[in-house]
């Protein structure tokens, strides 16, 4: 990696393309906040039937898609690769192969148009799509991250630049949804199904725990809370207690916002900062945003969070992101890997970081 000169003033179009998981997705990005185009191949019905997302399956269709996505974003935005100053892409953390196929596509497309690559952390693009509908944010303020593969609470000191409070222990929160759902009955993706049903339960109908980890006080950890709904299922069975399936996903749901809004303003307060905002694929359950509208209005903190379809894995935030990267001077070289556990803070290329 190298870092140039900041940009100047003028306009700057990126073309940005994400395959960290099960979404195919590529979009153009003015100015970190102009949304030219923004295209999204889901492979969510091909992963149902599996009840989960399968790795192999997952690349497999990244190479089937790629280029028809980065097509019709092109297209759409009504650019061509030489209107863009750069290409960006998601290089982790996620699914290796995935990774690879939009790593290797964007390589490709910096090779052969001369364009700069920049390299995004999927957590970065997720915290950016906050600046996308938000036009006036910018940092510092605290970040609550939740989604399939990840649960942070992060200070955005500057653009780039953050502070990891606390992270999950275990499984992350939309893991837990996911889990919760498929022992419930509600399958895959589990996430918007129980918001969905919860809305016919009583969140109050049974008291789940709400996990705290002793010695550090951000941290989540969401499995103890997983095994309790088990629990739960395990011991009505065994009774004969017929299982109100609206009621069982109300209250665990109540029991994943409860503590993600005690340690959110826990932070926000702690930070002195005013300004708190939410993203990742959990931020757009419905009970979590109402709850966060509530105790931001009552405290005077200004709340921010992307529409659901900037929570959920697309290409615009990867663009977002990009966009500041650029500003920052940062420039990705042709050896830029795949790298799936990488760490959000982190530069690239170091040691550990090259897939063996
Ligand atoms: O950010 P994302 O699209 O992918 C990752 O980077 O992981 O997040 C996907 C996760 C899944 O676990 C899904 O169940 C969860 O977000 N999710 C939700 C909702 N919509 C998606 N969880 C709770 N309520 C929702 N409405
Ligand atoms: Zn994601």
Redesign the pocket.
Known sequence: MQRQGAGGAEDVTILAIES????TAAAVVRNGREVLSNIIASQIDLHTIYGGVVPEIASRKHIEKIDQVIAEALRAADKTLRDMDAVAVTYGP?LVGALLVGVSAAKAISFASGIPLIGVH??EG?ISANYIENKELEPPFVCLV?????SHLVIVRDYGEYEILGRTRDD???????KV?RAIGLG?????????VSREGDPEAIKFPRAKVADAVYDFSFSGLKSAVLNYLNSCEMKGIPVCQADVAASF?KA?VDVLVEHSMMAVENSGLRKFAI??????????RKAFEGVCAQRGITFYHPS?VM????AAMIGAAAYYEYRNGVRHDYDLNAVPNLKLGEEYPKEGHFLQ
């Not at 939740?146 to 990840?150: D, L, N, P, R, T």
């Open positions: 960290s998981c099960d979404e996620g999927h957590i997720h939740v989604s399939g593969g990840h992350a929160a939309g893991e837990a949804f996911d759902a895959y993706p589990g996430g918007p199904k129980i918001d969905k749901q994943v993203a990742g694929g959990v931020a757009s359950n419905s009970a979590l659901p929570c959920t894995d697309n």
